[in-house]
């Protein structure tokens, strides 16, 4: 009986789809880490294991949140000598242990930051961490921006390097409803997870479009200026979001970059992104209620130059979502930017504190851990953050 063409290359296309991920764990770690060379994801891993043998012995102080939590916890510790790798794998902060300690409450401290984290990242992140962690941390801070809310430079929440390496099939029916819109988001999301060659389609894009730069490159005489051309319009594949991010250069020219990324990342207020990120913001102080996690959320200083980046919608949708929901759970919340005690200074580039402001966030986080409502007071008795950009 003649087998159909059809048939055979599904065959092979399955056997392909089984082989490749089993060949994968068979070889281990390693060969996980070799098939998918996500910055965001490596970083994420060390973190959690940093979390976990902390945690075996003493409740750690756990900070979470995007960049704007990385660069002044890596530029406090590179001030006072605590180098010891690329910030984006500095998973701690030796100068935040040396005030715990100084207070007469020592405690490890991890960073469960990463780049470009979203609020749907950070609820998975603490959900799968934390949340079912035997031993909960003495305190979880969470840093956050309002681009935390909303990007424009990005895509939905279920296309970010965290949701691609945490959420599983099985989990669709407890973060369907939060991180799908429509049946077709859940079908690619399917297909992701049960077709291997469709889930690593980028990573072979990418590696298509470099193939691609260097035919071009051959076939003109300007190698190098076709070359580079090339890159930028078919799209480079550099994994690390913070390449030459905090290592100095000319501060103007930083600023104007910053000002420039910025003003694509808030170029149109997208309303229907900003819903889903406060829904899931909702959810992770709901979870953290749920399971006894002790959440002090802080509102990150920004720039004016930032902030007038931004459209007229976003800021106070932002600060209203997370004042109104901290103060219905009870969750400790500060306000750093209605502070105003942060100046130009301060920061390595709009956004990013440095390592004088890094000092000043540090000592502001001991006065909050050890007395929140003390902390909250000495802000609201200030002048309230009421942008008009």
């Not at 859940?186 to 077709?195: A, I, K, M, P």
């Amino acid at each position: 009986m003649p087998v159909s063409r059809a048939l055979v290359a599904f065959s092979i296309f399955m056997a392909i789809n089984l082989a490749i991920p089993a060949s994968s764990s068979f070889k281990g770690g390693q060969a996980r880490a070799s098939l998918n060379q996500d910055a965001i994801q490596k970083a994420l891993r060390q973190a959690q294991s940093k979390l976990v043998a902390d945690s075996a012995t003493t409740a750690p102080v756990v900070f979470i949140g995007s960049s704007l939590i990385i660069a002044p916890l890596w530029s406090t510790d590179v001030k006072h000598g605590y180098f010891y790798q690329d910030c984006m794998l500095h998973h701690q902060s030796k100068s935040f242990e040396e005030l715990l300690k100084n207070e007469g409450k020592p405690a490890p401290v991890v960073s469960l930051a990463t780049a470009g984290q979203f609020v749907s990242d950070t609820y998975l992140i603490v959900d799968k961490f934390i949340a079912a962690a035997k031993n909960k941390p003495r305190a979880l801070i969470y840093g956050i921006a309002p681009r935390d809310f909303m990007d424009d430079t990005t895509g939905g929440l279920a296309l970010t390097s965290v949701f691609d390496e945490l959420v599983e099939v099985s989990d669709l029916p407890r973060f369907g409803d939060l991180f799908f819109s429509t049946f077709d988001e859940q079908g690619d999301f399917l297909l992701n997870r049960s077709v291997y060659l469709y889930r690593k389609r980028g990573r072979y894009q990418g590696k298509f479009n470099d193939a691609m730069t260097k035919v071009v490159a051959r076939l003109y005489r300007d190698k190098s200026t076709i070359a580079s051309a090339a890159s930028g319009n078919l799209g480079g594949t550099n994994n690390d979001p913070l390449a030459g991010f905090l290592l100095g250069g000319n501060r103007s020219d930083i600023w104007s970059k910053s000002i420039d990324e910025y003003s694509r990342r808030y170029k149109v207020f997208n309303k229907q992104q900003f819903a889903k990120q406060k829904e899931c913001f909702k959810a992770l102080v709901a979870l953290c209620k749920e399971k006894n996690i002790k959440l002090y959320v802080v509102a990150m200083p920004l720039t004016a130059d930032n902030r007038k980046l931004m459209p007229r919608e976003l800021y106070q949708s932002y600060i209203d979502c997370v004042s109104s929901t901290t103060r219905e759970a009870a969750v400790p919340f500060l306000d750093l930017e209605a502070k105003g005690d942060y100046k130009d200074a301060d920061f390595y580039d709009t956004v990013h504190l440095n390592g004088i402001g890094g000092e000043h966030f540090l000592s502001a986080m001991a006065d909050f851990v050890r007395d929140p409502e003390d902390a909250s007071r000495a802000v609201a008795a200030k002048k309230a953050s009421s942008p008009t950009y």
